[in-house]
């Protein structure tokens, strides 16, 4: 389904759940799921918490075909006097299609247990071993039975989710440049949070799609000056290049830090449930640092943060995946530009540049940066803050990574 055929659906489901939402009755069989392993859980660092392995009755190869990091924990921004009859409508973007699908719910943030008594994909119930409720515990998450529901490649999905009595703190994705509903007895509300819901999973079909790529970055992942409802930002215009033969998870975070906590949990800490826990990961691309350099207080030795990068990519090899660096961006002009941190990031990419920190370098800065005023931006990519990119330049981006390559069709590997 092309991509702007999503909307069309999204309209039908909002139009023709509503009433069916509202009317469920609360629902009294409640389940409680945990993480992957409960060793494994009670030894990461805070504020990590590890996907939880599928249900005992499911099998076959599962794939993300989008995910969202976890970011922060927010005061319920849309209570309703009655909660019952309050229902979410996350709208996302798929990469590949398929025939069965599974989701990942989220309570990392939350205080307090979290009651999820109805969740629908594309209007279709689904089950938390075989319990149509769940109730997932604070820091925790759950992962869904898998349900019978066409999935399209390229193409919007609706999850539906109730939660009855929950008061917050919301575990939420904001900054999502996608539009998503709640709803309750006084109307509709758009959002642009993804709240809850961090994965959906797709297996079965004709997929020719034999891995999954993770995007592991901050704004200039998660598509900060892009075209709200265009699905332009980098791994998705990459996942259109792939044609269905990848798939392409997006962990980016608006303002995410490698070293320090700022904007969600710091990429040191989230690397495992992000990126190492996403199903069928085998390629993950890194593109942070420039928040450590760039944000407040500012880090202003570039060899923690390189050593850093070597961390994750050593991480990613003890689990067999391929790791892909980006070199960091121009972003002279930007109120946060300083000399010191120019400095800095020049030393990071001389670095990634040399090798040894990852298998592969995509040239981020090389590409985009003004061939003139090799600090700043090229115009035409720039989405006017000197920092982040427009539509243009994160389609440059995406054309950056070999296809070929990824996929093996060729063995070859081009320089960049």
Avoid: C
């Avoid at 609360?26 to 599928?54: E, I, K, M, Y």
């Avoid at 079965?204 to 332009?232: E, H, Q």
């Avoid at 390189?306 to 972003?331: C, E, F, N, Q, S």
């Amino acid at each position: 389904m092309p991509r702007r055929q999503g909307y069309a659906l999204l309209i039908a489901l909002v139009a023709g759940t509503a009433a069916l939402a509202a009317a469920v009755a609360f629902a009294g069989s409640l389940l409680f799921t945990g993480d992957r392993a409960t060793a494994a859980a009670t030894t990461a660092p805070r504020g990590v918490a590890h996907n939880p392995a599928a249900p005992a009755h499911s099998s076959g190869h599962w794939l993300a075909t989008w995910a969202a990091a976890p970011v922060r924990g927010v005061a319920d921004p849309a209570q309703a006097e009655d909660q019952r009859r309050r229902v979410i409508r996350n709208v996302v973007h798929t990469s590949i299609g398929g025939t069965e699908a599974r989701v990942t719910l989220s309570n990392l943030f939350g205080t307090q247990p979290l009651l999820i008594d109805r969740v629908t994909v594309n209007t279709r119930p689904v089950t938390f071993r075989g319990a149509s409720s769940v109730t997932v515990a604070a820091g925790r998450q759950t992962v869904s039975d898998a349900v019978a529901v066409p999935v399209a490649a390229d193409a919007d999905l609706v999850v539906t989710l109730r939660t009855p009595t929950a008061h917050g703190p919301v575990t939420t994705h904001p900054n999502s440049h996608q539009t998503s509903y709640t709803e309750d007895e006084r109307g509709t509300w758009a959002t642009t949070q993804w709240r809850y819901l961090t994965t959906v999973d797709v297996r079965g079909g004709d997929t020719r799609a034999t891995g999954t790529l993770v995007a592991f970055g901050d704004s200039l992942t998660a598509g900060t000056g892009t075209t709200t409802d265009a699905n332009t930002r980098w791994p998705d215009v990459l996942a259109d290049r792939l044609h269905g033969a990848y798939a392409v998870a997006n962990q980016g975070i608006g303002g995410n830090r490698l070293l320090r906590e700022g904007t969600g949990p710091r990429a040191l800490d989230r690397f495992e449930r992000d990126a190492l826990g996403v199903s069928g990961a085998k390629t993950v691309v890194i593109a942070l640092g420039i928040n450590d350099i760039q944000a407040l207080p500012r880090e202003t030795d570039p060899e923690r943060i390189t050593d850093a990068l070597r961390d994750l990519t050593r991480r990613a090899h003890a689990r067999g995946l391929k790791v892909i660096g980006a070199t960091l961006m121009p972003y002279r002009g930007s109120a946060a530009w300083t000399a010191g941190g120019e400095q800095v990031r020049q030393h990071v990419n001389a670095e990634i540049r040399a090798g040894g920190i990852f298998d592969e370098v995509l040239d981020f800065d090389r590409s985009l940066r003004d061939p003139a005023h090799p600090r700043q931006l090229r115009a035409p990519y720039d989405s006017g803050d000197h920092l982040h990119l427009n539509d243009a330049g994160y389609a440059r981006l995406a054309g950056l990574l070999d296809v070929d390559t990824l996929t093996g069709a060729r063995t070859a590997v081009d320089a960049l």
